[in-house]
């Protein structure tokens, strides 16, 4: 036994002999030979120690000395590595929950910052704006790491950050082993955050709190989000910060064409490098077909290709929403997603209907449902500016509704039997309180208005066919007909009808509560009128006295405009609304452009002062969400140029119709059709 204090020497040579013989050194060795010494070799019983030989005494005289006390070796237990693996193990499951919670304390405290309506407002989007003032909050990470976690931060060179003339938001530090072409962690994380607190469907697309654990994992774990997701998240979330470049706004003097679909030529002459949003586009879409192609985070890839449809659809990109929606919408069919079990397919195949595993949780399993009507959502609403075919029939849809945004928070289980098919013949119909939020709303809004798009596509093949649906009892051989007279088109007309707020659950009968505004509620009232103006539009005759299809437009179109009367006397910025509201705006003034046409071939003054208050008032809201969505500024340019079009310049005079007619006049005159 070695007592408390033991003299220790150092030698010139910088080793250790502790003046005991046998050394400690020479124990250790013959222990070693003892252990590894070869079958039948004699290895002597004790060390032959040579500490005096090689060490004169009169030398170890002369070495300085240091007394140190050594504590008595505790008597333990060697811990058994299955328990060591255990303790371990839940160690890490604590500090996962920690950083749970963390992260939800971070993202409750940005959301609790509102403003006195009670919405977040995000300032007007503008490249020389300091930050939101949520912004130093969310960006006190590094504040919080431990010194030794903070030695491990290395540089990253400012092209990574952003362009260079960008705030100071901590730029200068990354974690080892970052991807380099994603942001610093603090900006990403503000853009995550944004991402979150505003885009009207982020919160469906994810699990919040299941998103934030993993974004706080390093960026080597398995679970850490793929990189095509959070440069889509970059991509989406530059429109709500001045944190970061945006794609700037179109100019109309060298772009005269508000509707060109292949904008790419356009850009080509700008001359001008890509902005932070346009780069980290190109990057996700890049990272999602490398991905894709080796079959990894198949369904990451999936949320991944949503997002960057949000953001071709808020730019106005046609050709890529176009090609970008339907390639997502397909990748949703081998993934599975377009349908649940027990409506799979009846033939025998090798693949399974799915080409992914099962989800593990209630929340990964609703999340992915969740995912797929958002793919559904987005290539129908931008199916409605085009009379082209959709890239998934609505008959392949065998897919349960989702749950309600509290049950999908929680994890809740929500068994089939208590829950709406989509192609159940009542769905539109029947909106059961228990089971029905906004978000089902808006998915079935989009559901019949993707029904109304196929039987506009579809009603000349199945006319030729002879289709009964189709072809009015009446109809004689070949002789045009009218489609209001057919089966398909009444059942239509009645789903139209019955489609309204006095049909919805008590509690989703007004989208604006307390200058609260719903975005999904308020979306899913515009689209019944959206779905009556596509079936009535084609057939209504505006010059003609008694004609029904062109007083339900211009009814359709009256109420979109009550919509945005209501959405403008709040205080929420109409700039947070959903892209799609820009659009149904749009075709609200396109029909009144048809009726202040109309009233100007008759000279009728009062309908043609009436008319172009309101379509002035159309015009400047849309105009007011292209402050920060291009897509907006594009429908507002068209609105214009389509009135200049049709109307000529002879009534364009030009007034304010807030200062004439007060901000909130609906009195629509006495429009009459004659």
């Known amino acids: 036994m070695f007592s408390n204090e033991t003299r220790l020497a150092t030698s010139a040579g910088g080793e250790n002999y502790d003046a005991k013989r046998p050394c400690s050194t020479c124990v250790r060795s013959h222990a070693h030979a003892v252990s590894h010494a070869p079958p039948g070799t004699g290895v002597p019983s004790k060390p032959d120690c040579t500490f005096d030989e090689s060490m004169p005494t009169a030398y170890m005289s002369s070495l300085p000395s240091v007394t140190i006390k050594l504590p008595e070796p505790p008597a333990t237990v060697a811990e058994a590595p299955k328990n060591k693996y255990e303790r371990l193990e839940n160690r890490i499951a604590e500090l996962e929950s920690l950083l749970r919670q963390k992260d939800q304390a971070l993202l409750h405290s940005a959301q609790n910052k509102l403003s006195p309506s009670g919405i977040l407002q995000p300032r007007p989007f503008n490249e020389a704006q300091n930050f939101p003032e949520f912004i130093p909050e969310m960006g006190r990470h590094f504040e919080d790491v431990t010194p030794d976690l903070a030695s491990g931060l290395i540089s990253v060179s400012p092209s990574i950050a952003g362009p260079s003339n960008s705030p100071s938001y901590g730029l200068d530090l990354t974690w080892p082993g970052w991807p380099p072409q994603l942001p610093p962690p603090d900006l990403l994380k503000h853009l995550v955050e944004v991402f979150f607190v505003f885009h009207p469907h982020a919160s469906r697309l994810f699990h ?64 001008r490098p890509d902005s932070f949003a346009e780069r980290h586009a190109k990057l996700a879409k890049e990272g999602a077909e490398r991905m894709n192609t080796l079959g990894e985070n198949l369904f ?20 890529d ?54 793919s559904y959502a987005v290539e129908r609403e931008h199916g409605c500016s085009n009379g082209w075919a959709q890239s998934l029939d609505d008959q392949d849809i065998s897919q349960l509704l989702p749950v309600r945004a509290d049950q999908f928070q929680q994890g809740t289980l929500v068994p089939p039997s208590e829950r709406q098919w989509a192609h159940s013949r ?46 009015p009892p009446e109809a004689l051989g070949n002789e045009p007909v009218d489609p209001r007279g057919s089966q398909a088109f009444i059942e239509l007309d009645q789903i139209v009808s019955s489609f309204n707020r006095n049909n919805f659950p008590p509690h989703l009968r007004n989208p ?48 979109i405009l009550d919509l945005i009367y209501d959405v403008s006397n709040t205080s929420f910025d109409i700039t947070l609304l959903d892209s799609f509201c820009s659009v149904c705006w749009f075709l609200g003034g396109r029909v009144l452009i048809r009726f202040l046409q109309a009233a100007l071939d008759s000279r009728e003054t009062d309908q043609i002062i009436t008319l172009r208050t309101e ?60």
């Open 208 to 271: 919040v709190p299941t998103f934030m654990s993993t974004l706080s994992l390093p960026a080597s774990h398995p679970k850490f989000p793929a990189t095509p997701i959070l440069h889509g998240i970059c991509a989406v979330g530059s429109l709500y910060t001045a944190a970061v470049t945006s794609p700037p706004l179109p100019d109309f003097d060298e772009d005269p064409f508000p509707d060109e679909i292949f904008l790419e030529r356009l850009r080509v002459k700008e001359q």
């Open 300 to 319: 990451q890839v999936f949320q991944a290709n949503i997002i960057l449809t949000w953001f071709y659809w808020s730019h106005g990109r046609w050709v």
């Open 321 to 374: 929403i176009f090609l970008w929606s339907a390639h997502t919408t397909r990748l949703a069919v081998p993934l599975g997603l377009y349908m649940c079990p027990p409506f799979h397919s009846i033939t025998k195949s090798e693949r399974p209907p799915s080409i992914i595993s099962p989800a593990r949780s209630v929340i990964e399993d609703e999340t992915r449902r969740n995912a797929f009507w958002l």
């Open 426 to 471: 009542d769905v539109l119909y029947f909106h059961p309180e228990d089971s029905t939020d906004s978000f089902g709303l808006y998915i079935k809004g989009l559901i019949l208005v993707s029904k109304i798009k196929t039987f506009n596509a579809r009603f000349r093949s199945k006319h030729f066919s002879g289709d009964n649906s189709v072809v």
């Open 512 to 559: 604006i509560l307390d200058n609260v505004v719903d975005n999904h509620l308020y979306t899913a009232f515009l689209l019944p009128h959206i779905a009556c103006i596509l079936l009535h539009d084609p057939h209504a005759e505006v010059e003609r006295s008694g004609c029904m299809s062109a007083l339900k437009i211009l009814t359709a179109a009256r109420a």
């Open 615 to 674: 379509l002035d008032f159309i015009h400047i809201s849309i105009a007011k969400i292209g402050q920060r969505i291009p897509l907006a500024y594009r429908f507002s340019k068209m609105l214009k140029d389509l009135i200049k079009k049709r109307c000529g310049n002879l009534h364009a005079v030009e007034f304010d119709p807030y200062i004439r007619f007060g901000h909130d006049n609906r009195s629509h005159g006495s429009v009459q059709l004659r």
